[in-house]
């Protein structure tokens, strides 16, 4: 009996003995685990280059020698030489409102000085030594001058002074003849001549050889300086003393 007792007894202590002799290495259970192998790294992506357009310059290895220059043929020679320019008279503008005519002449009856018509639409008027008082006759000639210009509004008036003096004095002369100018103007003015159709010139001095000293000239002619057509000479009118 007590032998079979010590049977069991070791057989109930051989398990818990072998139990107890098991033991479980952790070590090795994590040297089991698989740990996940890393992900392969991607490469970036490579850019696409931009399309490049195609040149056109010539590569090194096919230079070509520049192009000789076209030598162009020289213009031909005019026949020759070019006509002289022409110059068109200015237009004439009648003023809206014409200026205020200047005060009339006063006309001595004794003053020095003759009317005389010379070819080519001139009238000449003389006067007395240093004066430029006007006397009935040398009036009367120009106001015809006036209705001649009148009648052709086309026409321009040029009147030109001279004057006796020296060298010694050129200013006296030159205000004598400016009031002789002056005079004539008034007298065209009055009778109805507008002043933009009036040309007055003072020269002063004036050569013994080209006629009467103290005398002033006055011309009708068209725009451009053409003549006007002329009229038959008369004799010198009488000096009104």
Same mark, same amino acid.
């Not at 000085?113 to 240093?130: D, K, M, S, V």
């Given at each position: 009996?007590?032998?079979?007792?010590?049977?069991?007894?070791?057989?109930?202590? /051989?398990?818990?003995? @072998?139990? @107890?002799?098991?033991?479980?290495?952790?070590?090795? /259970?994590?040297? /089991?685990?698989?740990?996940?192998?890393?992900?392969?790294?991607?490469?970036?992506?490579?850019?696409?280059?931009?399309?490049?357009?195609?040149?056109?310059?010539?590569?090194?290895?096919?230079?070509?020698?520049?192009?000789?220059?076209?030598?162009? !043929?020289?213009?031909?020679?005019?026949?020759?030489?070019?006509?002289?320019?022409?110059?068109?008279? !200015?237009?004439?503008?009648?003023? @809206?409102? !014409?200026?205020?005519?200047?005060? $009339?002449?006063?006309?001595?009856?004794?003053?020095?000085?003759?009317? %005389?018509?010379?070819?080519? %639409?001139? =009238?000449?008027?003389?006067?007395?030594?240093?004066?430029?008082?006007?006397?009935?006759?040398?009036? =009367?000639?120009?106001? %015809?001058?006036?209705?001649?210009?009148?009648?052709? $509004? =086309?026409?321009?008036?040029?009147?030109?002074?001279?004057?006796?003096?020296?060298?010694?004095?050129?200013?006296?002369?030159?205000?004598?003849?400016?009031?002789?100018?002056?005079?004539?103007?008034?007298?065209?003015?009055?009778?109805?001549?507008?002043? =933009?159709?009036?040309?007055?010139?003072?020269?002063?001095?004036?050569?013994?050889?080209?006629? $009467?000293?103290?005398?002033?000239?006055?011309?009708?002619?068209?725009?451009?300086?053409?003549?006007?057509?002329?009229?038959?000479?008369?004799?010198?009118?009488?000096?009104?003393?």
């Amino acid at each position: 009996m007590l032998k079979m007792f010590r049977c069991l007894l070791a057989f109930a202590v /051989l398990p818990a003995a @072998a139990l @107890a002799q098991v033991t479980t290495d952790t070590h090795a /259970l994590d040297a /089991l685990k698989t740990t996940p192998a890393p992900a392969p790294a991607t490469a970036p992506r490579a850019k696409p280059k931009p399309a490049t357009r195609p040149s056109h310059r010539t590569p090194a290895h096919k230079t070509t020698a520049p192009a000789a220059p076209v030598k162009k !043929p020289p213009p031909p020679l005019p026949p020759g030489p070019p006509a002289n320019p022409v110059i068109a008279p !200015p237009p004439f503008v009648m003023p @809206a409102h !014409p200026p205020p005519p200047p005060p $009339p002449v006063p006309v001595k009856p004794d003053a020095p000085g003759a009317a %005389q018509a010379l070819p080519g %639409q001139l =009238e000449r008027i003389t006067f007395g030594p240093g004066s430029s008082d006007l006397n009935p006759a040398t009036a =009367e000639a120009i106001r %015809q001058i006036a209705a001649t210009a009148i009648a052709h $509004p =086309e026409l321009l008036v040029t009147i030109t002074a001279w004057a006796a003096g020296n060298n010694d004095d050129p200013s006296t002369p030159r205000r004598i003849s400016l009031d002789r100018a002056l005079a004539a103007r008034a007298v065209l003015i009055n009778a109805g001549v507008i002043s =933009e159709r009036i040309h007055a010139v003072a020269k002063g001095f004036a050569d013994p050889g080209a006629g $009467p000293i103290d005398r002033v000239d006055i011309a009708i002619s068209a725009p451009g300086g053409t003549p006007a057509p002329a009229k038959p000479a008369s004799s010198p009118a009488p000096a009104s003393r």
